[in-house]
T-cell receptor, first 115, second 110 residues
Framework: GAGVSQSPSNKVTEKGKDVELRCDPISGHTALYWYRQSLGQGLEFLIYFQGNSAPDKSGLPSDRFSAERTGGSVSTLTIQRTQQEDSAVYLC?????????????FGDGTRLSIL | SQELEQSPQSLIVQEGKNLTINCTSSKTLYGLYWYKQKYGEGLIFLMMLQKGGEEKSHEKITAKLDEKKQQSSLHITASQPSHAGIYLCGAEQGAQKLVFGQGTRLTINP
């Protein structure tokens, strides 16, 4: 597609439920990133994919968080047993390669609210 | 780890006025990105700076990276309502990820 696409745009769920967030990167972009944006914490890195592998998972806050990428394209971020502190906007970004000479292009995010 | 501090945190200016937003790093910057965000939307890429002393412009927005590569500024000339939003600076940390400043909220009064 023309830009990074994320779905759903909004998600409201009850504490303890599992959620899946989807990211469809720009076609041909091999590098994919997940970030979280919350009040008081700003924008934080979660995980980076190069192709289907994740060389850097250092930002995942707990083992309730996991992510996968298949076919070098779509990625899914899964949060198990959601907690209220998981409420945030989850942003996905992609860029053509892992090169730092290219900017990361962001989607519009998924706004997650845990009741 | 690298930290970015933006100033001011919020800014209200009259339409037509010039303004400057600053981004200061605790370490040398090897890639500095400016993004703009509107509520409910993602980040829109504005400019990328990599070399000390580099300056880039797009329409009425100019970004500079100082010679020591530890501070960047974003300058808007003759501000318009369309410039309103949150401006974020981001820096490459390690091989891939970006670390961001806390953002500057810009309001343009007509």
């Amino acid at each position: 597609g023309a830009g990074v696409s994320q779905s759903p745009s909004n998600k409201v769920t009850e504490k303890g439920k599992d959620v899946e967030l989807r990211c469809d990167p720009i076609s041909g972009h091999t590098a994919l990133y997940w970030y979280r944006q919350s009040l008081g914490q700003g924008l934080e890195f979660l995980i980076y994919f190069q192709g289907n592998s994740a060389p850097d998972k250092s930002g995942l806050p707990s083992d309730r968080f996991s992510a996968e990428r298949t076919g070098g394209s779509v990625s899914t971020l899964t949060i198990q047993r959601t907690q209220q502190e998981d409420s945030a906007v989850y942003l996905c970004a992609s860029r053509p390669t892992g090169s730092s000479n290219q900017p990361q292009h962001f989607g519009d995010g998924t706004r997650l609210s845990i009741l | 780890s690298q930290e970015l501090e933006q100033s001011p945190q919020s800014l209200i200016v009259q339409e037509g006025k010039n303004l400057t937003i600053n981004c200061t790093s605790s370490k040398t910057l090897y890639g500095l990105y400016w993004y703009k965000q509107k509520y409910g939307e993602g980040l829109i890429f504005l400019m990328m700076l990599q070399k000390g002393g580099e300056e880039k412009s797009h329409e009425k927005i100019t970004a500079k990276l100082d010679e020591k590569k530890q501070q960047s500024s974003l300058h808007i000339t003759a501000s318009q309502p369309s410039h309103a939003g949150i401006y974020l600076c981001g820096a490459e940390q390690g091989a891939q990820k970006l670390v961001f400043g806390q953002g500057t909220r810009l309001t343009i009064n007509p």
